[in-house]
């Protein structure tokens, strides 16, 4: 014999254990809240924009040269985060991290199918963060010549620390509003095995 639960019994469920359906997401958002305010470590990311392009003196550029340089950005993309670039940004920038630690907070990314590159850095502390991005997009500038005998590459804007950054995580909203869903759908299932 099936049994079959009608909405009449989800309902008298719910009344039943209303103060634990109401409490659990509660508690699920407070320790969310406390957790990203106090125990999780802010990160601020800066930013700097590299140009690849052609360095020859023709106005005209050919879309196969513009080809040509998305392609080798992919290949550029791996080159600023190895060891011959990241070392002279150590260096540089008097940093304490080690080669795999800077290459972690690291991240380069092309832009839209673009010419353009972005270099972000991750850091906990915002001038840190802008600075290291500097470094990278200077030695890498610099130290490209050498490596694959070309100037190609341009720096088009540094990053800065504003007057008040703000982190991009912990994400304390994102953090509660999964703690509140999670914690919902935990009382639920408590209260629905509670009425069993």
């Known amino acids: 014999m099936e049994e079959t639960i009608s909405l009449k019994d989800i309902m008298l469920t719910i009344k ?5 359906i109401i409490l659990i997401p509660i508690v699920a958002v407070v320790v969310s809240a406390l957790a990203s305010y106090l125990l999780l470590t802010p ?3 800066s930013s700097t924009q590299i140009l690849v ?4 003196g023709d ?3 050919s879309q196969n040269e513009i080809r040509t340089n998305i392609e080798i950005i992919n290949t550029y993309t791996e080159i600023i985060r190895e060891p011959i670039i990241l070392d002279k940004v150590i260096e540089e920038a008097s940093l304490t991290e080690s080669v795999s630690q800077l290459r972690g907070m690291i991240s380069v990314s092309p832009q839209n199918n673009s010419q353009v590159v972005r270099i972000s850095v991750d850091h906990e502390q ?6 290291i991005a500097n470094t990278v997009a200077e030695v890498f500038q610099r130290e490209i010549v050498e490596i694959m005998n070309i100037d190609n590459v341009h720096i088009l804007s540094y990053a800065e620390v504003g007057d008040s950054p703000s982190p991009v995580a912990p994400n304390p909203t994102l953090n509660m509003a999964i703690a509140f869903v999670v914690g919902l759908m935990a009382a639920v299932g408590v209260a629905s095995y509670l009425n069993i």
């Open 16 to 20: 039943k254990h209303l103060r634990l």
């Open 43 to 45: 990160i601020f990311q």
């Open 53 to 56: 392009n052609q360095t020859n």
């Open 59 to 61: 106005q005209q550029i």
């Open 126 to 131: 915002p001038a840190q963060a802008a600075l």
